[in-house]
């Protein structure tokens, strides 16, 4: 009888640790916290520039404590904005996100979309993130019913502020007067990038054909031009470029998904900072050892936070040509509204002079 009171006893404590950590879970889920981060790229006698970095905001229409959380991050009065996508869960988080971004458009932006800025965030065991590629586990025919999101707005709300849509495209924005260039892609998780040419490869504007399972369903339109009157154009701004701490014009690469496939392209071709999205910084983190998955192939000592690539899987800081930025980002699935030692993020970048 004792053993079976012993084995009670440790059910319910066990049980009572479970509910703990849940209750726990959800309430850090909700607790976003500003990250500030120097970011030595820039040449000698260069003024620092400051960089707001978005992502995964992961919207419906029951967040709005999130929605002025972002909201405020206005009165940082970045340089720039840049937004690496998954702005929404459902559909009903496109009215909220319209006020979340509010305050941001008409400054210098940038952006590319994430895969939930296409198709509404569906049910899937979290057992699948344990997968190598957690997208093997998924039924074709489960994914061809996931309703489709209204991408088009998403994208033009971001346009129409001026902001540069680098969906598989280049472009430059204009800060303080200096010229920043750009490159990105749409969401390789999706299957949906297409590296665009250097400029002097770069043919006649076609819209790249994308691939996937949902690619044939969701081949995006031409992208809109942002307004002539904004910070940028699509071709550029003409203003003197900043120089990058090689002596060079700055180039920011941006991705969704921080796929090595394409940080190699943006590596190779001298990009000084990456800034990408899409991990949640492994979401359910183990303390002193850190995230669990990335949700892609990088490598897990990278799920979150500024490291060198190509550095050393293990090492993210051992020297490398191109910096990398992950955000955790702010949101969640609304199926899985949970964190653990991964608190939803913003992030103030500076950039600042190479030593």
Known sequence: MSALRAAARALTGTALVGVGVLGYALVEARMPVLRRVDVPVLAPGEEPLT????????????????????????????????????????????????????????????????????????????????????????????????????WREVRDLQASGGWADLC????????????????GVDDPHAERD????????????????????????????????????????PEGPREPAVRDRAGQPLRIGVTHAPYRRILERMSAEGVALALAGHTHGGQLCVPGFGALVTNCDLDRSRASGLSQWPGRPGAPRAAGPMYLHVSAGLGTSPYTPVRIACRPEATLLTLVPSA
């Open 194 to 233: 297409a590296y665009p040419a250097p400029p002097e490869e770069s043919a006649p504007p076609e819209a790249p054909a994308p691939s996937g399972p949902s690619a044939a369903a969701l081949a995006p339109e031409p992208p809109v031009a942002p307004a002539p009157s904004g910070p940028s154009t």
């Open 168 to 183: 598989n495209a280049r472009g430059a924005i204009a800060v303080r007067g200096r010229r920043i260039d750009l490159v």
């Open 51 to 150: 960089i707001l970095h978005l992502s995964d905001l992961h919207l419906t229409g029951r967040t709005e404590e999130r929605v002025e959380w972002v909201r405020a991050l206005a009165g940082l009065h970045p340089d720039a904005v840049v937004n690496t996508g998954d702005n929404l869960s459902f559909a009903s988080g496109m009215e909220p996100l319209r006020r979340a971004l509010e305050p941001f458009l008409g400054l210098p932006g940038a952006f590319v979309m994430g895969d939930h800025d296409y198709r509404a965030t569906a049910f899937k065991l979290p057992t699948r993130y344990l997968r190598a590629d957690p997208r093997a586990g998924d039924d074709p025919q489960v994914e061809a019913r996931v309703a489709e999101l209204p």
